[in-house]
């Protein structure tokens, strides 16, 4: 049987890589193994794949009983399909927190390591195989951890995986501002997404004190685009909100050269969530955090209602 490897629903880059990368890994180890998404890439992650000569894997709404998959960049049944427990789950390999729920038919190999990127994981994993990465594939690498750290500017970024990228740019010849330009370029680029899609884009699931949220977080290089259209998003959030099954929508603009995120803020419950998570004063519809660019070390663990 082919290994499915698959990262989290609403896939960014390193979650549209990952798989790539660890299905090229397993069939150079004798086990066959094919990618698969869980949802349409942004289009950093579309950017990114046709940069290095790869197709977008195929998309997948769930998984069938004893399929045998590898799970990576995340281990939160949440972000995964409904009958992954069902599933014949093999390993995971991740950087978030561990959240617990996954259900498995017997021991696996699970590796979560405090790095930036999944794929820094990855390439340790590997060992003396790395060795045999074509380019394409350490250009996914590269890549990946540049999306993750933001060309190293975010708070999760280590000096594993600060290493790792000048190591393969250098092997590659590839000028690491330069392909971090073009990858924010490509991310930022949202004028052909709804409201809905953009709110659901690079989205994490979270409950706090009681209360459901879809955590959004939209980094770009231009926030006045996404900012210019704050009251048809505001109008959104609730109808997201309410489809999704969550009480709240929290969207943070994220601005990668400036390095502080823009809060939109539609109500009352979204303020106390930001004085109280980050001891903002809030006075309008917006709030600007300073320094803030990392959903998964500043603001999840930061979140208080």
Not at 114 to 127: D, E, F, I, Y
């Amino acid at each position: 049987m082919t290994t499915l490897v698959f990262g989290h629903k609403a896939p960014d880059t390193d979650s549209t890589g990952a798989p790539l990368i660890w299905a090229w890994y397993l069939s150079h180890k004798g086990t066959p193994a094919e990618a698969r998404l869980l949802g349409t890439p942004n289009t950093e992650a579309a950017f990114v794949a046709k940069r290095w000569g790869f197709d977008l894997p195929p998309v997948i709404a769930d998984v069938a009983d004893g399929q045998a998959c590898v799970v990576v960049d995340t281990n939160n049944p949440a972000e995964l399909p409904a009958n992954i427990n069902n599933a014949d789950v093999q390993a995971i390999i991740d950087h978030h927190k561990l959240v617990g729920g996954l259900e498995t038919k017997g021991p696996i190999d699970i590796t979560i390591r405090p790095l930036a990127c999944t794929v820094t994981v990855m390439h340790g994993l590997m060992g003396a195989d790395a060795a045999a990465m074509p380019d394409p594939i350490k250009g996914l690498i590269l890549s990946c951890i540049l999306s993750d750290t933001l060309e190293f500017r975010s708070p999760t970024t280590t000096p594993t995986d600060k290493a790792l990228a000048e190591s393969l740019a250098a092997d590659l010849g590839i000028s690491i501002p330069a392909l971090a330009t073009e990858m924010f370029e490509a991310k930022s680029d949202v004028s052909a997404f709804s409201d809905a899609e953009l709110l659901r884009m690079d989205s994490k699931e979270y409950t706090v004190g009681g209360k459901d949220f879809r955590v959004s977080v939209l980094e770009t290089t231009a926030p006045k685009i996404v900012l210019d259209r704050k009251d048809s998003l505001m109008k959104s959030m609730e109808a997201v909100a309410a489809e999704d099954g969550a009480d709240q929508v929290l969207l943070f603009v994220v601005d990668i050269l400036k390095e502080e995120a823009t809060l939109l803020v539609p109500n009352d419950l979204v303020k106390t969530v930001a004085e109280k998570s980050f001891g903002a004063t809030v006075t309008g519809d917006t709030v600007v955090l300073p320094g803030i660019m990392s959903r998964k070390k500043q603001i999840i663990p930061n979140l208080k209602v």
